[in-house]
């Protein structure tokens, strides 16, 4: 049991604090694991890889990739920790200690994965422990969860680390990445890459055994579901079906869940705030497939993009004579909206206000007001202590809304316009307080994916997902204007600049051809797998 405990505090450790290492090593200090004895062995390995889960799906890590997009502007708040990504300064993306992380994060994932599974296949054929037939089930369906996660961190890694799919180099010899599939770190990282298509492969493969392991009510006594569900299998599967272009699959996969899981189209304008609002800000919305379990104790996460802190300070900070003192609320994120991202949200458009809400810069109750990721203003009943303003919430595996954008974007590209159309206006029904859009509108392909690619940044806005969708579509971005009025004067009267926004990396502009879309290996792995030498992202 000793190592049992061993096992579980060094991945909770590691939920929440990412190391730079390379996957040709055992995490350091873990024991050799012996085989799980009995189900309730399984159970408690079962729960420490949902730990890992919290902090390599946390939207600090995935919104890694989006710092180089045109989503934000960096601020003068930032201390050169993420210039080089915003700026795409080669040597910087080339090793950066945010690229580093989000590949050593998710390896784990997988290394972790694959333990699991070995030793629960182990019990459920072991003749030592003895395991009833109702546990072997169980085993299957903690099988089939782990195996989700090992598809996700393969499409996670796959969409950063190897160029998107085209239907013809799929093929090519270690065109991919790394595939891990068995529990042997040591022999596994100094594998060939796989072919991409041998990715995705392996991909829908867990995926399938998981949808036929997982009984369709399993895991949602709690609501939302805080583990893997037979229909979060699904929602990963439309996912990869998107990515590797089986627009037909994604449809599919989309139709096998969506529907259990209902927007607000009818209500009125309160009705819809609440109903939205109740996404992220009480996180019982009946739109949420899976959300990891948080408590005021553990498994909550902040958002370094809202960056909120309520604190004591200076009653008047400019006048040195006043030490009177009281509670503020701070805002001072490194990255900021672009204002074509503010604008594209109308006025009718609820999500204005409760995904990117006005606040004060610096310190809320100073006039500098901006739009910032209030998404993440949290989850009050995460706070620890009621009178103190934490931001926290948990981490959501899959919201039901992306299921409608995966499904238009697919059936549009199947050239089945007027429903992909009647697709994204559902969703936008939900969205929007009056003025809804009517399908017929959108008379071309052009059209509707226009539409789609626009309600995918006002839907999934700091998600993570703007660098691969540019990916997927083989677009490139040119920054623009930043948000006007409080930025222009904060950084006028905080930091004695033209704007709160640096000037550096302001205005870029980058073709879709450019190397640095897809990420290269760390220098670590690099090292010591000649594999990955050899065949690097950039030649």
């Not at 008047?316 to 004579?321: A, C, G, L, S, T």
């Not at 204002?339 to 458009?349: F, P, Q």
Request: some cysteine; proline content about 3%; aromatic content about 12%.
């Amino acid at each position: 049991m000793k190592k049992i405990a061993f096992f579980l505090s060094a991945i909770l450790v590691f939920a929440t604090i990412f190391t730079s290492c390379d996957i040709t090593r055992l995490p350091e200090g873990t024991p050799l694991q012996e085989p799980f004895q009995d189900i309730k062995m399984a159970k408690q390995n079962r729960d420490a890889v949902y730990a890992l889960l919290i902090g390599v799906e946390s939207p600090n890590n995935l919104n890694s990739a989006d710092i180089q997009t045109d989503l934000f502007h960096l601020t003068q708040l930032d201390n050169n920790s993420l210039k080089g990504l915003y700026t795409w300064q080669e040597q910087s993306v080339l090793d950066h200690d945010n690229i580093n992380s989000y590949y050593a994060a998710y390896y784990r994932t997988l290394m972790q994965a694959n333990y699991f599974i070995m030793r629960a296949e182990e019990l459920i054929a072991s003749a030592e422990y003895k395991t009833t037939d109702e546990e072997k089930t169980l085993l299957k369906q903690y099988i089939g969860e782990i195996k989700i996660m090992r598809a996700l961190a393969h499409w996670r890694l796959i969409q950063r680390f190897s160029k998107p799919w085209d239907g013809t180099t799929d093929n090519d010899e270690q065109s991919g990445i790394i595939l891990m599939k068995q529990y042997d770190p040591l022999k596994g990282a100094k594998s060939k890459k796989a072919t991409r298509a041998e990715v995705y492969k392996a991909m829908i493969e867990d995926l399938d055994f998981a949808i036929a392991n997982i009984s369709d009510e399993a895991n949602k006594d709690v609501k939302p579901a805080i583990y893997l569900t037979r229909d979060y299998a699904y929602a990963i599967k439309a996912r990869v079906c998107l990515t590797m272009h089986d627009w037909q699959g994604a449809v599919d996969a989309c139709n096998a869940f969506m529907d259990k899981y209902p927007i607000n189209v009818d209500g009125d304008a309160a009705a819809k705030t609440k109903a939205l609002s109740s996404i992220w800000h009480t996180e019982d919305s009946p739109e949420i497939l899976v959300r990891l379990r948080a408590t005021a104790q553990d498994g909550a996460v902040r958002s370094s993009l809202l960056a909120g802190s309520h604190q004591e300070g200076y009653s008047n900070p400019r006048d040195y004579k006043d030490k009177s003192r009281a509670w503020f609320i701070y805002y001072t994120p490194y990255l900021v909206l672009e204002k074509w991202v503010v604008d594209l949200y109308s006025a009718n458009d609820i999500r204005k206000e409760v995904y990117i809400g006005t606040k004060g810069f610096y310190r809320d109750d100073w006039p500098f007001k901006f739009n910032t990721l209030t998404k993440y203003s949290g989850n009050k009943a995460l706070d620890t202590d009621k009178k103190v303003l934490e931001f926290k919430f948990g981490v959501h595996l899959f919201n039901v809304a992306e299921a409608y954008l995966i499904k238009a974007e697919a059936l549009a590209e199947l050239g089945k316009t007027s429903d992909a159309a009647e697709t994204i206006v559902k969703l936008e029904k939900s969205r929007l307080s009056s003025g809804y859009p009517d399908p017929l509108d959108f008379g071309t392909k052009d059209e509707v994916l226009k539409e789609i690619r626009n309600e995918r940044v006002r839907e999934l806005v700091g998600e993570g997902f703007r660098t691969n969708d540019l990916v997927r579509w083989g677009m490139g971005f040119k920054r623009s204007e930043p948000q006007t009025g409080g930025l222009a004067s904060a950084g006028e009267q905080i930091f004695g600049t033209p704007h709160a926004v640096q000037e550096v990396g302001k205005d870029l502009e980058k073709q879709a051809s450019d190397k640095m879309f897809i990420w290269e290996f760390p220098l670590r792995d690099r090292e010591n797998n000649e594999n990955l030498q050899n065949f690097r992202n950039w030649r």
